[in-house]
Structures are given as structure tokens and as C-alpha cells.
């Protein structure tokens, strides 16, 4: 049964946190519950990580496979040894440049930290988030919380309490809302576990900074399909964070890529498909007559991450029955970007020659 609760929604000062508050919503942590909180990059669900029924809570809140492990946060590095075993030296060289930061990092799982977390793997993913909402209340719980991001199964991220409200009302406890998140894609997660270190899912810290600490880092590539559940990260099925409506990634010189974007706009047009277009601000001001509903994304790579998942949303809102997006650049946080758009348009990725 899905987990049920009333719902509270309560906004507060992102940048000084009322005490009040954190402290309920850490109560409600400690016995058992559900409080979705702001990170600097998604809205988390979050339970006490030591409490294996409060982590089964966050599975069937959002109908979530057991088979795909959830992030625990810590405020503190200290935390580490608690929930983690034989912590290697890059972990403390990597959380000491980018710690608290969207930055996450595979260990082995220590023995006392509930197997559920870990979808019954031998490891366990950790990091500090960069928000003194999440700080606050990590601080006020005294324990490590386990959050996945506050969406239903495979919708996309919520960068926001209202996407929250929208995917989780009646089956989280409290929502704490500090208004829309800073970098708006995940963390990148970190396997530190194998002989070589590879990036399961690129994120909010770009591979390039990584390579600067520990040049070795290598980019996992494999996109399991959904029946390679058991794979290296489940969050490396290929459908995920999908809005509602059909979607396509097109790829290549941005001349090409938009003269492709307009001629199929207008061919979907004319068989009376309505589509909706993800794009750069640049990208949205050459497409003002096309038929259909163009959503810049911004200017730069910052301005589209943080912006990505909330357009997806308003677009599914917005009833588009097909989404066309222009790929980035793979570089910098165009990496993750590229990625977020892959999967939400279930591999979908067009190449078009200039
Ligand atoms: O930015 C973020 O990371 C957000 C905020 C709330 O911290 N959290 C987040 O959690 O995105 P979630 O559960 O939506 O994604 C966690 C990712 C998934 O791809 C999952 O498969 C992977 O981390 N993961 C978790 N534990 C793992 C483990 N032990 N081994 C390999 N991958 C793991
Ligand atoms: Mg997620």
C-alpha cells in the first residue's frame, strides 16, 4: 500500500531556516516519517536512514522499484564512518573540495545501515548536500537521512514544493518549501567501490572538475534497459525523468538542429499534433513563428539545468502530445543535461548532419 499521510506545506527562509520548523520537521524524521526538503539541486523525500520502515515509506510513497537505492545525507564528515566501511582517501580528497556540494559518492555499505537503502547491495551512496535547509534539518534529526528525489517513479525531478505537492500530496508528512532549487539536475554520482572510479550518472559537479582530483575517472556509458535492473545504478535505466508527452532529442550544429526542429514542428502541425519545443533563449528567439509552444530554456548551461525539469513540467501541463529539445553541448554540465534529456526521451537522441 502506497504510504498515506496529511500533508503540511510550510514555507520558509532558505537562507536562515525558522529553528521551529526544522525542529518539527525533524520530529517527524525521528519517528518514522516523511519530509521532503530543498537541496541545491531537487527537492529530496527523506526518512531516517537507520529506521528500515521509515526507508520503505520512501519507496511506496513514490512508487519507487525496491530494487533502485536511495542517496543518504550526512551534515557532517564525521558522519562517514557510520555509514560506511573502509572509506578510501579519495573519498575525504573529493569531499574536501566539493563537499557540501551535488556530489555522490558509492562506498561499501556499513553492516548497521538498513539493506533497503541499498536495495540490498553491499554499497551505499552518501553526500553532504550545499543547502541550509537540508543542512539545518540533517543537524536538528541527529541521524543520516535517506532521500531520493520528491517525484514519483520516473517523472521528472521536482525542482520545487509545488512539483512535490503534485507528485506526492497525501503521501509525504511535511513539505518544507524554500522555493525553486539552485542547480535544478541531481548530484553526480561517484562508484568509489571499483578498481576504477566511474561516474554512474553525471551531474551537478562536471567530470572535468573530477578529472582535476582523480584523473582516472571514466564516464559510464552503458544506458541499461529496463530489464538490466541489477546493473551498476538503476538510475541508469533509460526512462527516466519522462514528462508525459512523446519526446525527441535532436543533436548537431544548431543551425541544423532548429531548421530540423521547424520542419518537423510544421509536419506535426499539419497532421494536428500539438508539440511543445525545449531550447536555449538564443535557440527560442529564431523559432517565434513555428506552430508551436517554444520554451526557452535560458542562456547558459546554469540558467538551462536549473530551469530543465520545471519547463518538462510545464509542458505535460500544457498537454503537448510530443516535446522536440536541442541537445547541449557534452561538456561542463552540458554532460548531465545531455543526459537528463536522453533518458527523458527514452534514448531518443537524433543526429543531424549540417
Ligand atoms: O541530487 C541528488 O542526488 C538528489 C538529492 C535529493 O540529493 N537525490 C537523488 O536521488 O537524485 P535519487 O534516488 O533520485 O537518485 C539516486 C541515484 C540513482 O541513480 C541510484 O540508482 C543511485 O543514485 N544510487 C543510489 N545508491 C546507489 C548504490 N549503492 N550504488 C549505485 N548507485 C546508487
Ligand atoms: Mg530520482
Redesign the pocket.
Known sequence: MRYSAQTQVIRLNPDAPDKKIIERAAAIIQRGGLVAFP?E????LGANALDANAVAHIFSAKSRPAS????V?IYDWQQIEAVALHVPAAASTLAAAFWPG?L?L?LHRHPTMPANI?AG?G???V?M?AHPVALALLKAAHVPIA???ANLFSRP?ATSAQHVLEDLNGHVDMILDAGPTRIGV??T?L?LTTPVPVV??P?GITLESLRALIPNVQLEEKHLKPDDEAG?????LIKHYSPRAEMLVFSGAPDAVLSEIRARTQSYANQGRRAGILVSDEAAACLGDVPAQVCPLGRTLEEISHNLFEKMRQLDAAGVEIILAQAPERAGLGTAIWDRLMRAAEGNVIEVDA
Open positions: 537541496t539541486t531537487v527537492y529530496g533502485d537505492p536511495v542517496i545525507h551535488p555522490t558509492v541499498s547491495r554499497t551505499i551512496a553526500r548536500p532521500a531520493p528525489s525531478s541531481e548530484s554520482v562508484d554512474l550518472r551531474g551498476a545504478s538503476p538510475g541508469m
